[in-house]
């Protein structure tokens, strides 16, 4: 049973007979001491997990309370096991979205540890394959990857600036998908990195994917190249809004619209069919009334100069590069490895399948994130 106490800041939740009030800092808390052994407590965790969504949903629709004896949720996570697959997969099942590949071998896993050891100012760049393995599809993923499976493709910047009806399929679909996009959970490679930040190891992590699970995980020196999908701005003005407080606004535009998908898509993309969509409202900008947008980088627009200069900044201050689950097709990111190359510092590259770089990198290793990044072990 969980319920909102007065001030909307906590939420009381019943665990092991006892009613506990918690902070939504708490709460966080719990959750991230869980989410390493996620694989044992997934019970557990869907229950902490939904609590948070909750907590994060009374917050965003004001500061009303409910009545002293309303029940704002109870869960059974035996009764609702089919609907805690939906949100939370089950990570027996996220490998799906990842490429298959041997296993790394142990002499480049020895490489990688005298690579990360004797650097002292190592940078990191992360893409899509980095949460392929907390089941979000990515792009390009040889075999799985939406290019491989579908002839669907990703908005452009420019129709979605220009055509209503391009917005409104956007907003329509990443309503649906943004459920279980939002609250995916970082894995054991994201938190490598951020266990690898606390030591002093890692001296900036620049990341391609809009996803946040670098923070969630822990870490707090972080550039997010494309932007984050937490996030949304106006094209018009100023205002910003996080996404969930956009999922309410959207909500209150379509009270009686609704649509399933069971296809999931990169970035809180969904596939919905003309007739699902009809009908989809798309709210404006509280602010000024002008079309919002999700913060993030859209295929066909240009990463802003002063983040292209900050990253460069890092690179210039780092002693080596390390590139992580990333083909870096992209220029955005294989940039940054042309950089370092022209300023002699070594490149290291773990990733599955050939990459942009490998020709200019000192190390290269054919192998999933999870399977190499939590052996390597820091020396004293």
């Given amino acids: 049973m969980a319920t909102k106490t007065k001030g909307n800041n906590c939420i009381m939740l019943r665990e092991k007979g006892k009613l506990l009030t918690l902070t939504q800092s708490e709460l966080k808390s719990k959750m991230m001491k869980l989410s390493p052994c996620i694989k044992v407590n997934y019970q557990q965790y869907v229950r902490l997990r939904k609590a948070k969504l909750l907590l994060d949903s009374l917050r965003c629709c004001g500061d009303v309370a409910p009545s002293k004896n309303q029940a704002v949720g109870s869960w059974n996570v035996a009764d609702e096991q089919e609907k805690d697959l939906a949100l939370f997969p089950n990570p027996g099942e996220i490998n799906k979205f990842v490429p298959q590949c041997d296993p790394a071998r142990e002499e480049d896993v020895k490489r990688l540890q005298e690579f990360v050891n004797c650097s002292k100012r190592l940078l990191v760049l992360t893409g899509a394959g980095m949460s392929t393995e907390s089941g979000i599809p990515d792009y390009r993923s040889e075999g799985v990857g939406l290019y491989a499976t579908s002839t669907n493709r990703p908005v452009q910047y420019h129709d979605f600036v220009k055509k209503a009806e391009i917005r409104r399929r956007y907003w329509a679909r990443n309503y649906v998908g943004w459920p279980k996009f939002g609250y995916f959970h970082p894995n054991i490679s994201h938190i490598t990195l951020a266990n690898w930040e606390k030591h002093g190891k890692v001296h900036w992590l620049i990341t391609q994917n809009v996803d946040a699970l670098h923070y969630k995980a822990g870490s707090k020196n972080i550039t997010e190249l494309h932007g984050s999908a937490h996030r949304v701005m106006c094209l018009n003005c100023d205002h910003t809004m996080s996404r969930p407080d956009m999922q309410v606004l959207i909500e209150s535009y379509n009270p009686n619209w609704s649509a399933q998908s069971d296809e ?107 399977d190499v990044l939590p052996k390597i072990k820091l020396w004293r």
């Fill in 264 to 370: 999931m898509a990169p970035d809180a993309d969904v596939q919905l069919t003309p007739e699902q969509i009809e009908g989809f409202n798309v709210p404006p900008c509280p602010s000024c009334g002008g079309n919002l947008k999700p913060e993030i980088t859209f295929f066909g627009d240009n990463v802003a100069k002063h983040v292209v200069d900050f990253v460069r900044q890092k690179v210039d201050e780092c002693d080596s590069v390390l590139f992580a689950g990333t083909s870096l097709q992209v220029y955005s990111g294989y940039r940054f490895a042309a950089t370092a190359q022209d300023k002699n510092k070594p490149i290291a590259i773990l990733n599955i399948g050939p990459t942009r770089a490998d020709k200019i990198a000192q190390l290269k290793i054919n192998a999933k994130c999870g």
